[in-house]
């Protein structure tokens, strides 16, 4: 399984950006995105389920972030909205393609190389 993250870029406060995750693989998979911030540890944002549970986002994006997936099933996008200074970070996009629990980070084996946004005040 192969991952490429991209859209990351410089917005200011308020903005938008898509983020998106180019996944190849023929297995079913399930999709989590993930952020990791200058000198913190990394933190769960958002998973996208391959089937069943609808997709769960972290308190603090809650409302402002969405996470979707083509009709192809090869891309994943995370739309970022009223982003905030906090929202910068490296944003990661994950994959797994077992039955272990969706939501949590330690269960992906696949990770992409991460795409920086930056949000200025």
């Known amino acids: 399984v192969q991952l490429q993250a991209s859209g990351g870029g410089l917005v200011r406060a308020g903005g938008s950006l898509r983020l998106s995750c180019s996944v190849s693989t023929r297995s079913a998979y399930d999709t989590i995105w993930c952020r990791q911030a200058p000198g913190k540890e990394r933190e769960f944002v958002a998973a996208?389920?391959?089937?069943?549970?609808?997709?769960r986002y972290a308190d603090s994006v809650k409302g402002r972030f969405t996470v979707s997936r083509n009709s192809a099933k090869d891309t994943v996008w995370l739309q970022m909205n009223s982003l905030k200074p906090e929202d910068t970070a490296v944003y990661y996009c994950?994959?797994?393609?077992?039955?272990?629990?969706?939501?949590?980070?330690?269960?992906?084996?696949?990770w992409g190389q991460g795409t920086l946004v930056t949000v200025s005040s």
């Open positions: 996208f389920p391959w089937r069943g549970d609808r997709p």
């Open positions: 994950a994959a797994k393609t077992d039955s272990r629990p969706v939501y949590q980070m330690s269960n992906y084996d696949y």
